[in-house]
């Protein structure tokens, strides 16, 4: 049986940082856990995302489910909501839909205010409950992580991911280049993109020829590369 291209650890923590703007450090203290003093006792705590997260040599590998599930962590904490919210939260999903990742799937579009609503009802939390009953509130949430960048599968699962949206041209597919960003319609790597283009004296032209690409394409790569701290 062939593995689900989502599941399967492709991504780094450098990539979370690339590709979703988590920083790696805190990719790596959310998917590996970290040890802490508190009143001089060293203590520990375990992972709190990422349920395929893998080591392989020494190095920490996350599917394209567990990138998802960092992203919505980084915007949750962007946002000032607490640790513990997110648990809290995290946990009432996988518990009422059966999902280790339920944060990334598709339903969450669609029945995430009314889970929102019944968690604020559950926990007593009357800002879950805003959330769930306010549409705008919850829109504006939900569009900065599901609705405009992601694309799903027949079946919910989060499909591939537009790091800057869907004009921005650059597409994250577990199912192709093994997740690293590329050019849409081309496939062409982000990478390799940007290596001809420090080789071309950052000559645009020369670069779209070379590959065979309209400029503007070249344009959308070498500018996702800026914003996203990418080398050649």
Do not use: C
């Amino acid at each position: 049986m062939r593995a689900d291209p989502a599941t399967l650890p492709l991504f780094t923590t450098a990539d979370a940082e690339r590709v979703v703007g988590t920083p790696a450090s805190t990719a790596r203290r959310w998917l590996d856990g970290y040890s802490y003093i508190y009143k001089g006792e060293r203590r520990t705590r375990g992972p709190r995302l990422g349920p395929t997260a893998t080591q392989l040599e020494g190095v920490l590998l996350m599917s394209f489910l567990d990138l998802i599930e960092v992203r919505m962590a980084r915007i949750l904490r962007g946002r000032r909501v607490p640790w513990r919210q997110v648990d809290l939260t995290a946990a009432f999903f996988r518990r009422e839909w059966g999902s280790e990742h339920p944060f990334g799937l598709e339903r969450f579009r669609s029945d995430g205010r009314r889970v929102f609503a019944e968690l604020g009802r559950e926990t007593g939390n009357h800002k879950l409950l805003e959330i769930g009953s306010n549409q705008y509130v919850f829109d504006a949430v939900v569009a900065e992580f599901l609705s405009d960048v992601l694309d799903f599968r027949e079946d919910g699962i989060p499909w591939r991911l537009w790091p800057n949206g869907r004009d921005g041209l650059v597409v994250v597919d577990p199912a192709r280049a093994f997740g690293q960003p590329i050019l849409h319609n081309q496939g062409v790597p982000i990478r390799v993109i940007l290596a001809a283009y420090a080789a071309n004296d950052n000559d645009i032209t020369k670069v779209a020829r070379w590959f065979d690409l309209p400029p503007p394409d070249v344009e959308a790569a070498v500018r996702f590369a800026a914003t996203r701290r990418l080398a050649a």
